[in-house]
């Protein structure tokens, strides 16, 4: 696994990996299904974390992670579709599926850490 400075890196680096797949996926009804989603929904969670660093408040905060997580579960399901069509002969997906199962993971901690805290400034607003 590669070192990244960032989780904003990580992501575009995902991003990138999940045009590639596209690219190589064939060029039949099923195949430019699944690259146009597969290209949507593997960049975006890239852009919903630029907008969740700009968020307004904590609740706009969790509402645009949250959309991010919904599309990394897309793409992870998508990669699940491709690999079981077997359509990539010479390219393992599986490090694309492990990469996507920790970002999952990353955004719904970063979503419960931020959800605690707002609890927490709501009960120390009402004392």
Known sequence: MKSY??????????AVSMITVAD????NIGGCH??????RSGSS???QYGEAQSAESRSDFIHKMKIAVKELRETYN??????????LKEHNIHAEQTECNELIS?????????????STEKTQQSC
Do not use: E, G, Y
């Not at 190589?24 to 060029?27: A, E, G, I, S």
């Open 5 to 14: 400075h960032n989780l904003s890196d990580r992501l575009i680096s995902f």
């Open 24 to 27: 190589q996926l064939p060029k």
């Open 34 to 39: 699944l690259a146009r989603q597969l290209t």
């Open 45 to 47: 969670p890239a852009l």
């Open 78 to 87: 998508c990669l699940k579709i491709i690999d079981k069509l077997d359509w």
């Open 106 to 118: 990353i955004f719904v901690k970063s979503i419960s850490t931020a959800q605690k805290n707002r």
